[in-house]
């Protein structure tokens, strides 16, 4: 009996060191029928290169002219593996992930065990702190357009040890079924990083189809950890003025999207009657780096000003 192909899209941006790893930690999954395309995003360095030396014919390396963002790059990804490869399901798989070896077999299984299960996650857990969850699937929540990764921070004790539907899979790994790209399409580009697994989910939801977190499926995923609110963020995991850009602009264009006109006028008194505030505070006064709170309030701005 022969297993359904999996095309596994890796994308790299200026993340050697991480995209090796990720790539020997795919090496050992037991899974028999997959391949693995590489997409390198316009990195600066010699990346591509030396990916392409290292690993050879094991991996199919794209090379892009620039940098086009995670939709962009992933469905450069996903266009060649739906010509190429005639995969059943593809994986998106950030690079700064490591993934145990029988990571697709539950994924692929559950996928399979029912037709209206079109998307698929792992128990996703901290990279450098490997018995806590980074997420256990997601939720949304529609009236103040904030997402929750479910389980975040909890050491694991089998508290998230049952397979259940979510609002949406995090983006780090994410299996999709063929037949949902094929009827609900890539992901869409104007996002370019942030909210759009979120955005993808719904999409596939309103054609029919789950979002299924399965927690026999683990990887582990390389994401700074505060353990509480006002503990100072770990060396190299500070948040970037861009990051608070898209996150806030993204938002807006999710709920214009998906969300009910009364959900939508509820996300806006949230916003700006208290969220907008908070995040100045926390900009200016914690983090004390005006660089976040520009991009935070330039994301507010176009979010406001711009359909989604």
């Not at 020997?24 to 010699?46: C, F, R």
């Not at 995923?221 to 006002?230: E, I, M, N, T, Y």
């Not at 770990?234 to 898209?246: I, N, T």
């Amino acid at each position: 009996m022969t297993s359904p192909r999996v095309s596994i899209i890796v994308l790299n941006w200026n993340g050697l060191e991480d995209t090796v790893e990720c790539l020997e930690s795919l090496k050992k999954i037991t899974y028999p029928d997959y391949d693995i395309i590489v997409v390198d995003n316009g990195s600066e360095g010699d990346d591509a290169r030396v990916l392409e030396e290292r690993f050879g014919d094991y991996i199919h390396l794209i090379r892009n002219d620039r940098n086009y963002g995670y939709t962009g790059g992933n469905n450069i990804g996903m266009r060649y593996a739906l010509e190429n490869s005639a995969p059943d399901y593809v994986l998106l798989l950030n690079n700064d992930t490591t993934v145990a070896p029988d990571l697709l077999d539950p994924m692929v299984r559950a996928a399979g065990g029912d037709d209206s299960t079109g998307l698929v996650g792992p128990k996703v857990y901290y990279h450098g702190f490997p018995d806590r969850i980074y997420g256990a699937g997601g939720r949304v929540s529609m009236r103040t357009g904030r997402t929750f990764h479910i389980g975040m921070k909890e050491r694991d004790s089998g508290q998230y040890d049952k397979q259940q539907e979510v609002d949406y899979v995090p983006g780090c790994c994410l299996l999709i079924k063929r037949a949902v790209i094929d009827q609900v399409g890539l992901l869409d580009e104007s996002y370019f990083c942030y909210w759009e697994e979120t955005d993808y989910c719904f999409r596939a939801r309103a054609a029919g189809y789950r979002s299924v977190y399965v927690p026999e499926a683990k990887i582990w995923h390389r994401a700074p950890l505060k353990l509480s609110v006002w503990e100072r963020t770990p060396a190299g995991g500070k948040v970037s003025g861009l990051y608070r850009y898209y996150m806030a602009r993204n938002s807006f264009k999710f709920l214009r999207k998906h969300a009910t006109k009364g959900q939508y006028r509820t996300f806006l008194l949230y916003l700006l009657g208290y969220h907008l505030w908070f995040m100045t505070a926390v900009c200016l006064l914690y983090h004390r780096d005006p660089g976040q709170l520009a991009g935070f309030w330039r994301g507010v701005r176009e979010g406001l000003m711009v359909d989604g």
